[in-house]
Every structure is written in structure tokens, then in C-alpha cells.
């Protein structure tokens, strides 16, 4: 395998029906990108499916979580030195053709962190209105520990530089990591910018945060978010 | 207290002592996590032996009965060592995360490894062949 400095980190858990256009979405609109799945013990034919078309796969022997795949992603980046590194949900909810865009973008700047925001030109699918709330609240929480915005700190869509891939691969959240990530990485005084983007609505699979989680939801991540603010290792 | 449930007391914590200290001679139970049953078991002996001690301490914070007193450092000690088994599983599960997540990059490793293995297999195997009309020689003495 070609070895480029931009990885893609796909973590997939039973997401057959949308994998393979995940990958030739990325293969088509970020060609400047090598890619790795995640692929944390589906049930369903994820596994297959990637040995069947001969992509580049890591199986976690032991279902390990989404914290624990997108860790291995980070792990994989520090090994084989990339510069750049992003986590694309397997869901096919991001559009690869921002990739390039915001690895280009991190070229050009000192950034650290690169978030892709459905919030600032306010294009595509916008989630729902609690869900918006929610989000709301985060950016709010976030002014308070960090003084700075982040308009959409529940984005997946983040692009990390060799600095922050080093950070993740050493300490990376359980579940639900973006908004406590971003505080710490605010607090280890390194750079996040955010750019407007478009997301679409899930193809397949249903969102991690069903209502019944989103109690559970609130309250780790403002208890993880405080906790990043004042416990910088 | 009677002098016969004082004897009870005392043999039911010899007893459970011993087997503790059975099971950490048979390394079935780590000694540091030992440590904690040891002073619930010697506690619980000496709190038998001297029970003045312990109508000492009931009477220090106001509590009616030493029976008590007992119950609230039970409690006390169960609560102590949940929490510190809490912090071990929370140890444990970091560890086989990261176990984990070595065998699955390794794996990978491997897989890219022999996977180019055979490529070079192949391309040696192409040009052995006698209709590729290149002279190969392998193990040929050096002249």
C-alpha cells in the first residue's frame, strides 16, 4: 500500500450497508488520503465485506467500543507517522469531498485541530431541534471552561494534526468524545479553528445518542468536559 | 457480650484469616488486595478479645449500642473495598483495551507483511521461469 501523510479513520460496528460507499467515496473525492477501518467485531458482514474488496481493515479481536476503535485509528496514524488524520463515521454521514478541503486548510496553517461545523453557513442537515439545543448547550459550556466558541463541538467531522494524533493515541474518551476532547486540546493551549460544512443525513444505521441515552449523554460529557478543564496531564 | 459468642467471634476470624492467608499462599488472591481483608479479619479479632476498646469508641461518638458501632465500621470497610475494587476494574479495562488494540494493529502488520511476502514470491517465481529469457542462477558458488 501507497503511503501518503493524510489518514482516514473509519471506525465501523455492523455498518454492511454502507461501508463499501463510504470507502469508495473517500477513494474517489480525497484520493490525497490512505484510509484504515476500525473494524470494532461487527456481527454483521463489515468484516467480510473489507477482506472480500481487500481494504485496509483492523479487526479488533474484542468488541471494544467507538472510544477504543477510533483510539486504534489513532494509534495506527502515530505509528506510520502520518501527518494528518481524520475519523469518518462508517455511516456515510460525512461528505469525503470536504476532506482535501480542510487537510489543505491544516497545510497552510499552524492549526492543530480542524472541525467541520454545520453551524456557522448553516448548510444541509441540520439535526433536530433538541438535538440543536443540546448542541447549544455544549458550545456554552465549553465558553465558560475554555473561553473560546466552538459553534458545533459535537461535530465528528475532525481533522488532527501529528501533535493531537500523539495526544489521542495516548488518552482518547470512552464514548462521546468530541466535546471533551476539544476542551482539552483548548487547555493544552494548541489551536482549533473551525470551517462551515455540509453533512448528510445518516444512510444507514441509526445515531449512537437515541433519546433514552441522551440523559446519560449530558451529564458524562458536562462531567468529562470540566473534568478536561482542570485535569491537563 | 457472652463469654461463648466472644469464643465464636474469635474462631470465625481465625478461621477466615487463615483461609484468607490460604489464599494468598496459593495465589489465588494477590496479596495487595489481601491487605484489606487482613484488617477487616484482624480488626474484627481484636474488637472480640478487648471489647473495651470498642465501648470506648462507641462511647467517644455517641452511638448506643457498640453492636452498632460494629455495623457502622462494617459498613465502612465494605464501602472501602468496593471502591478500591472499582479502581482496579477501571485498571483492568484500560489494560485489556490497549491489549486489545495491539493484537488487532499487529495483526494488520502481519497480514500487510505477508501479503507482500508473496508479491515477492511471485516476482522471484516470474523470473525463474525459463521463458522469461533471463539467465537466473540461485545459489551459485561464488567463482
Same mark, same amino acid.
Given at each position: 500500500?501507497?503511503?501518503?501523510?493524510?489518514?482516514?479513520?473509519?471506525?465501523?460496528?455492523?455498518?454492511?450497508?454502507?461501508?463499501?460507499?463510504?470507502?469508495?467515496?473517500?477513494?474517489?473525492?480525497?484520493?490525497?488520503?490512505?484510509?484504515?477501518?476500525?473494524?470494532?467485531?461487527?456481527?454483521?458482514?463489515?468484516?467480510?465485506?473489507?477482506?472480500?474488496?481487500?481494504?485496509?481493515?483492523?479487526?479488533?479481536?474484542?468488541?471494544?467500543?467507538?472510544?477504543?476503535?477510533?483510539?486504534?485509528?489513532?494509534?495506527?496514524?502515530?505509528?506510520?507517522?502520518?501527518?494528518?488524520?481524520?475519523?469518518?463515521?462508517?455511516?456515510?454521514?460525512?461528505?469525503?469531498?470536504?476532506?482535501?478541503?480542510?487537510?489543505?486548510?491544516?497545510?497552510?496553517?499552524?492549526?492543530?485541530?480542524?472541525?467541520?461545523?454545520?453551524?456557522?453557513?448553516?448548510?444541509?442537515?441540520?439535526?433536530?431541534?433538541?438535538?440543536?439545543?443540546?448542541?447549544?448547550?455544549?458550545?456554552?459550556?465549553?465558553?465558560?471552561?475554555?473561553?473560546?466558541?466552538?459553534?458545533?463541538?459535537?461535530?465528528?467531522?475532525?481533522?488532527?494534526?501529528?501533535?493531537?494524533?500523539?495526544?489521542?493515541?495516548?488518552?482518547?474518551?470512552?464514548?462521546?468524545?468530541?466535546?471533551?476532547?476539544?476542551?482539552?486540546?483548548?487547555?493544552?493551549?494548541?489551536?482549533?479553528?473551525?470551517?462551515?460544512?455540509?453533512?448528510?443525513?445518516?444512510?444507514?444505521?441509526?445515531?449512537?445518542?437515541?433519546?433514552?441515552?441522551?440523559?446519560?449523554?449530558?451529564?458524562?460529557?458536562?462531567?468529562?468536559?470540566?473534568?478536561?478543564?482542570?485535569?491537563?496531564? | 457480650?457472652?463469654? @461463648?459468642?466472644?469464643?465464636?467471634?474469635?474462631?470465625?476470624?481465625?478461621?477466615?484469616?487463615?483461609?484468607?492467608?490460604?489464599?494468598?499462599?496459593?495465589?489465588?488472591?494477590?496479596?495487595?488486595?489481601?491487605?484489606?481483608?487482613?484488617?477487616?479479619?484482624?480488626?474484627?479479632?481484636?474488637?472480640?478479645?478487648?471489647?473495651?476498646?470498642?465501648?470506648?469508641?462507641?462511647?467517644?461518638?455517641?452511638?448506643?449500642?457498640?453492636?452498632?458501632?460494629?455495623?457502622?465500621?462494617?459498613?465502612?470497610?465494605?464501602?472501602?473495598?468496593?471502591? @478500591?475494587?472499582?479502581?482496579?476494574?477501571?485498571?483492568?479495562?484500560?489494560? @485489556?483495551?490497549?491489549?486489545?488494540?495491539?493484537?488487532?494493529?499487529?495483526?494488520?502488520?502481519?497480514?500487510?507483511?505477508?501479503?507482500?511476502?508473496?508479491?515477492?514470491?511471485?516476482?522471484?517465481?516470474?523470473?525463474?521461469?525459463?521463458?522469461?529469457?533471463?539467465?537466473?542462477?540461485?545459489?551459485?558458488?561464488?567463482?
Amino acid at each position: 500500500m501507497q503511503r501518503r501523510n493524510r489518514l482516514v479513520i473509519i471506525p465501523a460496528f455492523n455498518e454492511a450497508g454502507c461501508i463499501v460507499d463510504t470507502i469508495e467515496d473517500i477513494r474517489q473525492n480525497a484520493p490525497s488520503f490512505d484510509y484504515v477501518v476500525i473494524n470494532d467485531c461487527s456481527r454483521d458482514d463489515t468484516g467480510e465485506l473489507c477482506e472480500k474488496y481487500h481494504y485496509n481493515v483492523v479487526n479488533l479481536p474484542i468488541n471494544s467500543g467507538i472510544g477504543a476503535a477510533v483510539q486504534t485509528g489513532y494509534m495506527y496514524a502515530k505509528r506510520y507517522g502520518y501527518e494528518y488524520a481524520i475519523q469518518v463515521d462508517g455511516d456515510g454521514q460525512h461528505d469525503a469531498s470536504f476532506l482535501e478541503e480542510m487537510a489543505d486548510i491544516m497545510e497552510d496553517s499552524d492549526i492543530n485541530m480542524l472541525i467541520g461545523s454545520r453551524f456557522i453557513k448553516k448548510e444541509g442537515f441540520q439535526s433536530s431541534n433538541l438535538r440543536r439545543l443540546g448542541i447549544k448547550y455544549f458550545t456554552f459550556l465549553i465558553k465558560v471552561l475554555t473561553g473560546k466558541v466552538v459553534t458545533d463541538p459535537t461535530s465528528g467531522m475532525r481533522m488532527v494534526d501529528r501533535e493531537v494524533i500523539k495526544i489521542f493515541a495516548d488518552d482518547y474518551p470512552k464514548d462521546y468524545p468530541e466535546p471533551e476532547t476539544a476542551v482539552s486540546i483548548i487547555k493544552r493551549g494548541l489551536k482549533i479553528k473551525e470551517i462551515p460544512v455540509r453533512m448528510k443525513e445518516r444512510q444507514a444505521g441509526v445515531s449512537s445518542i437515541s433519546f433514552k441515552r441522551s440523559i446519560y449523554y449530558m451529564i458524562k460529557v458536562s462531567l468529562a468536559c470540566v473534568m478536561a478543564a482542570f485535569g491537563v496531564k | 457480650m457472652s463469654g @461463648t459468642l466472644q469464643a465464636v467471634v474469635a474462631i470465625f476470624a481465625i478461621v477466615a484469616l487463615m483461609y484468607i492467608g490460604n489464599l494468598v499462599r496459593t495465589k489465588r488472591l494477590e496479596l495487595k488486595y489481601a491487605l484489606v481483608w487482613f484488617a477487616v479479619g484482624t480488626m474484627l479479632l481484636i474488637f472480640d478479645l478487648a471489647p473495651g476498646i470498642l465501648q470506648w469508641l462507641t462511647n467517644l461518638l455517641g452511638i448506643a449500642l457498640p453492636i452498632n458501632m460494629l455495623f457502622f465500621l462494617g459498613f465502612g470497610f465494605v464501602l472501602l473495598i468496593i471502591l @478500591t475494587q472499582t479502581v482496579v476494574i477501571s485498571n483492568l479495562t484500560r489494560k @485489556t483495551k490497549r491489549l486489545t488494540q495491539e493484537v488487532a494493529l499487529l495483526h494488520r502488520r502481519i497480514d500487510n507483511i505477508k501479503s507482500r511476502e508473496e508479491e515477492t514470491k511471485e516476482i522471484i517465481e516470474s523470473i525463474q521461469k525459463p521463458d522469461v529469457g533471463i539467465a537466473y542462477y540461485v545459489d551459485s558458488e561464488e567463482p
